[in-house]
């Protein structure tokens, strides 16, 4: 009897767990995978995940976190494999390489209702030029905001942040004569297309490059010039975001460009350069943007079986309050209208604190910044490689800008013609 | 009794587990890769449609991938060289003496060590204000070969015409140990009489390396040469961390890779990988040639 009673017990037991397990697999499960935020942000985004569930009851979203690096490879196989999750976090220039090949769906219908809530420039930012569809809910963006190091500048003769960036080049030779130290630090490392367009220079015109305009060799000729004064860094090429942190912070250059999230580091691991930071907003160019604009956003996979949930957890995500939190926890900005107007964002405008500084001056530049990047390339890998190239030849002397330039762009048309 | 179609059963039954696995993780994706290779895939619906050797005539004209079938090949240059420094090695640690097991400890440390973070610490003694330079400015200004306070700033990972190099250095740091390990076993095989017997006839240490070592651990080299001749055209995770394929270093996988995962083209990727494992097979039948045991 006893042992009748047991097994009835488990079975009871059993079945209670099977049905309770049925019960939650009815909840539509979207998984969302977010790009290189753990371990800093684990709790906002924790946080964020327990709010959406608590407010569903047919959706349950997973968070699952994925490197920078390893984002696209894990992202293409598990489209190959076909079991991509429903929702993921891109930057714009990856945006448009995954709408190009169709890798991602538009969701032009399904934002319709809500677009309204978000910047004119992030709008902008997720729409792919190819076809002009939405794809993707926009996130948090950053913006440089230029970074210097007043001892240095003063040390120089120097009495204010250069205005333009012809003049933020002089200022950086000035550095380098009077005191020996490399004046500024470009972002070279992720490709000098975004320059250009940062100077307003097109870069592909009717299906043609056309980066090979005297313009276009008079940029890369000051770039060539300010390495040749040591203006910029020898390594500059090899310098990415930890490393122009890193140099910043050894006193090894005066001034570069960031955003305000970069200055954290050196708060704590530089304390003393930290107190004679200055920052200024990055002048703006012929491309009417400050350099060092990346907008993140989600996007739903093609893979994806739940479009309407996982678009629906996409706009919780993206919503005012979840922006918000999000950009306080992380010193990004949101980029809806009604979140970017919140008061938190211009409390430091009169700041001493070169954070506090940063994020009013940012929240200023965010309004006009882009991000900077070309799309729909027929060969991108080799295409970004070959122009990437020509230009570092160029820059660190091995070749004329002109020579250089023509050659990239002839390589160039090639693979257009080959494509047509 | 047994007889000889039930050994092989069994045979067969023990090699099971292994052979499947293989199968499963080696066989299938070489199949599968191949077949790739000549078709267009397209991610999006995951079709395969057959194009006629479009990739491979594709390939054939593009002159990345020949400057990175280039930059391959030229990291051969490493295998001769970490051979015969690891037989040195193997040889040196192989005595008796006390604290030997420190020795082969640290050479071995490199090969245990994850690449990311010894190209971390790589990318410190490259760089143009780092440490190899930093030596080299000491070493200059003691022998007066530079001037007080003058520096080398030589950019060993920036420079096209050297950065390749001195990836293969850390090739060879990262990848010396390993082989060292492998003759060590080599020569601990030898048996000490023959080497005693050429000490009693006169033999100095250069003619019994070159006349009783070498010779006897022919199968261990033959063995490393091919697993570092393979290594050395597969050259990617060291360029990636090193110089992420800048200044000339932009080896054939990193093509492959690449063309897979920058620019989705799955076929092409295939057909670059083939291609590259074409020229691995044409090096192991030369290896095989001339190590390999005459019958």
Not at chain 1, 39 to 53: E, G, H, R, Y
Not at chain 1, 345 to 366: M, V
């Amino acid at each position: 009897m006893m042992k009748f009673k047991r097994s009835l017990a488990v079975a009871a037991a059993l079945f209670a767990a099977t049905t309770m397990s049925a019960m939650a697999a009815e909840k539509t499960k979207v998984e969302f995978w977010s790009n290189s935020l753990s371990p800093k942000f684990d709790s906002v985004m924790k946080d964020l995940t327990a709010k959406f569930n608590g407010s569903q009851s047919e959706i349950e979203a997973k968070w699952v976190d994925v490197d920078w690096d390893a984002f696209l490879p894990r992202l293409t196989a598990s489209l190959a494999g076909g079991t991509a999750p429903d929702l993921v976090n891109l930057p714009k220039p990856w945006m448009d390489d995954l709408a190009q090949k169709k890798l991602i769906l538009p969701i032009t219908k399904q934002i319709a209702g809500f677009k309204s809530n978000y910047t004119e420039g992030a709008l902008k930012d997720v729409t792919y030029e190819g076809d002009k569809q939405i794809y993707g809910l926009p996130w948090y963006q950053v913006t440089g905001v230029m970074f210097y190091n007043k001892e240095l500048l003063t040390k120089a003769g120097v009495k204010e942040a250069p205005k333009s960036f012809g003049e933020l080049l002089a200022v950086a030779k000035q550095v380098k004569e009077k005191t020996g130290v490399t004046g500024f630090a470009p972002k070279l490392n992720d490709g000098f297309a975004g320059w250009f367009l940062y100077d307003g220079l097109p870069v592909v015109k009717g299906g043609k490059a056309v980066f090979n305009s005297p313009a276009h060799v008079k940029l890369v000729e000051a770039f060539a010039d300010a390495y040749k004064a040591g203006a910029i860094p020898k390594d500059a090429y090899k310098m990415g975001f930890e490393e122009q942190i890193a140099a910043f912070d050894g006193g090894k250059v005066a001034i570069f460009a960031e955003g305000a999230h970069a200055l954290k580091r050196t708060k704590t691991d530089a304390p003393k350069i930290y107190a004679q930071t200055g920052v200024a907003p990055f002048p703006l160019a012929g491309g009417k943007t400050p350099f060092g604009g990346f907008l993140f956003l989600w996007s739903v996979p093609k893979t994806s079986k739940h479009v309407d949930a996982a678009v629906k957890l996409g706009q919780f995500l993206t919503s005012d309050d979840a922006q918000l939190a999000f950009a306080k926890a992380s010193a990004t900005f949101p980029s809806t209208n009604k979140a970017l107007a919140d008061p938190f964002f211009q409390a430091g405008a009169k700041s001493n604190d070169p954070i506090e500084k940063a994020l009013a001056t940012a929240a200023d530049s965010i309004k006009v910044t882009s991000t900077l990047t070309i799309s729909g390339l027929p060969d991108e890998a080799a295409m970004n490689k070959k122009l990437d190239e020509a230009v570092e030849a160029a820059i660190t002397g091995q070749k004329p800008a002109k020579q250089a330039l023509d050659e990239a762009v002839a390589y160039w048309n090639e693979k257009f013609s080959a494509k047509k | 009794m047994k007889t000889s179609s039930s050994y092989t059963t069994i045979a067969y039954l023990f090699m099971a587990p292994a052979l499947i696995l293989m199968g499963i993780f080696t066989f299938w994706p070489v199949g599968f890769n191949t077949y790739l290779a000549f078709h267009d895939y397209a991610l999006v619906d995951g079709t395969a449609t057959w194009n006629n050797f479009a990739h491979f005539k594709y390939i054939a004209g593009e002159e990345l991938f020949h400057s990175a079938i280039k930059n391959s090949l030229l990291f051969l240059l490493v295998v001769p060289v970490i051979q015969l420094a690891a037989l040195v090695v193997a040889k040196l640690v192989n005595s008796k003496l006390p604290g030997m097991t420190f020795f082969r400890a640290s050479y071995y440390i490199p090969v245990i060590t994850a690449v990311s973070i010894a190209a971390v610490v790589w990318s410190n003694v490259y760089k143009y204000d780092g440490m190899l330079n930093m030596i080299l400015s000491w070493v200059g200004q003691a022998l007066h070969l530079l001037k007080a306070g003058e520096m080398v700033e030589i950019q060993w990972i920036g420079d096209p015409h050297i950065a390749i190099f001195s990836v293969m250095g850390f090739v060879f740091w990262k990848g010396i140990g390993y082989y060292m390990v492998l003759y060590l076993a080599g020569l601990q095989a030898i048996p000490a009489e023959v080497e005693e017997a050429a000490v009693l006839d006169g033999a100095n240490a250069w003619q019994r390396f070159w006349k009783i070592t070498v010779p006897m651990v022919k199968p261990t080299i033959l063995l490393c040469t091919l697993l570092s001749t393979i290594a050395a055209i597969k050259a990617f995770q060291e360029v990636v961390v090193l110089t992420r394929g800048q200044s000339d270093t932009y080896t054939a996988l990193f093509y492959v890779y690449a063309q897979a995962f920058q620019n989705y083209n799955f076929g092409r990727a295939a057909a670059a990988g083939l291609v590259i494992t074409f020229f691995c097979m044409i090096l192991a039948i030369i290896q095989f040639r001339f190590f390999g045991e005459k019958k």
